[in-house]
């Protein structure tokens, strides 16, 4: 018997059924499991986990529990990996960029926080565990400026620093009018120019604009900002924590149900309701933002805020609530429910 059937039944629950399984295609001569027959094998027992043979409600139970667990795993995973991505350009680099924008000019440049997102409202640990991130939670940018208003035009000054940037190998997007909407005609009202520019796993946002309150005449207010796109390889990173997290919901899902399969109808309650109302806690935020997840390699932009951020800013307290709402269906299962029987166990 090949080493891939004896891992294959163990998506079986223990049981007896294991053992028939392995002796059944021991007698047949099975050495290796075909790709519908490795299929098969998974499906069926990764549905015998469950228990409940005539109920199709747990299915649909397990496998939106194994979405909201999968979302989870992948934004712990793709979290993780951001640690590992590029820092933002310092020394020779960051001024070559500084110049190309505002040469001649003592252009600075100043992150928007000291970590990897920034909170404007600079909550600490214990009043993010306890009321999560501010709505403005993103990812940390870099601000680039000359420090001072810009003598001059801003339309050619923006042609030329789009010149400047192209000489100095970034991908360059056109220039677009920016200014308040006027109420009569619907028309931009033209005070100031906009662009980006990628190069190297960089986003660059540039602004110009004559509106700024204390802007000299013949000047104009211009800054930058820099952001970084989201590497593929973060997104990768992000299915092997998906399909990991998938799998544990499944499978802790299914230890609950058929621990409770035979218990009284306050245990099963426990166990069930405070599932289900989780799950219209918790399912909207895991779809968007596994949705999201999949639009980010191709937005073409920077990502601005990590595709889990709607968990832990708006939709927080919803997210508390609905963890722990599945904590009381574990610990019912866990205090209230029984391990199946070996015969139950193989059903």
């Not at 099975?30 to 490795?38: D, H, M, Q």
């Not at 990996?81 to 001024?95: I, V």
């Not at 030329?160 to 909407?181: C, D, I, K, S």
């Amino acid at each position: 018997m090949s080493r891939a059937y004896r891992l294959l039944v163990r998506a079986y629950p223990p049981g007896r059924r294991r053992g028939e399984l392995l002796d059944t295609f021991a007698e047949a001569g099975r050495s290796r499991p075909g790709v519908r027959e490795a299929f098969n094998l998974l499906r069926h027992g990764l549905r015998a986990r469950l228990g409940r043979p005539a109920s199709r409600g747990v299915v649909v139970l397990a496998a939106l529990i194994a979405l909201v667990t999968g979302f989870v795993g992948a934004a712990v995973a793709a979290r993780l990996a951001w640690e590992f991505a590029p820092a933002y350009p310092t020394g020779t680099r960051l001024e070559a960029i500084e110049q190309a924008l505002f040469p001649g000019l003592e252009a600075s440049s100043e992150p928007a926080g000291d970590g990897l997102f920034v909170d404007v409202s600079e909550r600490n640990f214990g009043q993010v565990l306890l009321s999560g991130h501010d709505e403005d939670f993103a990812f940390t940018t870099l601000w680039i400026g000359p420090g001072d208003f810009v003598e001059g035009d801003y339309p050619a000054w923006t042609a030329q620093a789009q010149q400047r940037l192209v000489a100095a190998g970034w991908q360059v997007g056109e220039a677009e009018v920016t200014g308040p909407t006027m109420i009569a005609t619907g028309e931009i009202d033209d005070t100031g120019r906009a662009f980006t520019a990628t190069r190297d796993g960089l986003a660059l946002s540039v602004q110009t604009q004559t509106d700024v309150v204390g802007t000299p005449p013949g000047s104009f207010h211009a800054e930058a900002e820099l952001n970084r796109l989201t590497p593929g390889w973060i997104t990768l990173a992000g299915l092997p924590g998906l399909l990991a997290g998938a799998l544990i919901g499944w499978l802790v899902t299914g230890w609950v149900s058929r621990r409770t399969q035979q218990a009284g109808g306050v245990t099963r309650s426990l166990s069930r309701e405070p599932a289900v109302l989780a799950l219209v806690l918790l399912l909207p935020q895991s779809v968007l933002g596994l949705a999201a997840m999949v639009y980010e390699p191709f937005s073409g932009g920077p990502p601005g805020a990590p595709f889990w951020w709607l968990s832990v800013t708006y939709g927080f307290g919803c997210s508390l609530l609905g963890f722990l709402l599945l904590t009381v269906a574990l610990i019912t299962a866990a205090v209230a429910g029984r391990s199946p029987r070996p015969e139950e166990a193989s059903a």
